[in-house]
């Protein structure tokens, strides 16, 4: 029934239930597993979090490898979660806008089921904005399984 599966995982305990779930999917149907993970751009309120501190791009810049490589070490840990399960996941991180590449990724991999973790958000955001989640099911190319 899937060939291919992909969770978004952000180490958030939804999106930890999300892999479990996606472990669990992999092995049932014994495939191979994908995870995206999305850094996005800090918000430029971070500059002026410290405001006796100059700004300084560099700073920025070096939070923001920082989180990468925080993420990429998350990431190895999936994968080695995954292998003692006895399921292969190829996990990638990018930068970007959440849902964007992640319905981007899901297409590119010809994803055939797309693993959500739900995130609890006050009902005023996702009224006016909408919740990444409902942005990625409209947009997703796949089915999706939202996990809780």
Known sequence: MFSKILVAFDHSSESDKALDAGIELAKLYRVDLFSITVTEDLPSYVSMSYPDIPFDPEMLKELDDKRELFYIDLSREAVDKAAKAGVTLHAT???????????????EIKADLLLLGLHPHPAVIDHLWGSTEQKI???APCSILAVR
């Not at 991180?93 to 297409?107: D, N, Q």
Request: a negative charge.
């Open 137 to 139: 099911a409209w947009a």
């Open 93 to 107: 991180v990018v930068h970007g806008f959440e849902s964007e590449a992640i319905v981007a990724h899901a297409r």
